[in-house]
């Protein structure tokens, strides 16, 4: 099964979905927040046969929450009482700079880079999990 990866944010939720052996991060899209939004996330998980969701988890650098940290909350929230699969936080952290780096080294305009920087940061959120799972630990000499 895959592993979705959302961001959420104020206007936009960044979609990512992993592949079949979890090793990489594709994105997806976004979705827009309103009304439909958990309808939107529940046909996603149907559609790509999801197993678990990873969200990304906005803490400020010191590691404490912010008030993004609580409206991303309030929404998985929601998310979990619609969906009865595991969900899994992850530091987020610097994900949207590196989203914005990646893009202007891309050359895009500003309004093709806020198109496409909510998906882009789900996929380096994902990418970023994924990696965690395969890394092993070092014996100490």
Known sequence: MKILCLDVGEKWVGVAISDDTK???RGLGRIERG????EKVKEIIEKYEVGSII??????????MSSQTEKT??????????VSIPFIPFDERLSSQQAETILLQANLSRKKRKKYIDKL?????????LDS?????????
Do not use: C, H, V
């Not at 940061?121 to 999990?129: D, G, K």
């Open 35 to 38: 009304e439909r939004e958990i």
């Open 23 to 25: 090793m990489l991060a």
């Open 133 to 141: 799972l395969r890394e092993e630990p070092t014996e100490e000499l």
């Open 121 to 129: 940061s789900a996929q380096i959120i994902l990418q970023n999990y």
């Open 73 to 82: 909350m309030a929404f998985i929230s929601k998310l979990q009482k619609e």
């Open 55 to 64: 969200y990304g988890l906005p803490l400020k650098m010191d590691g404490s």
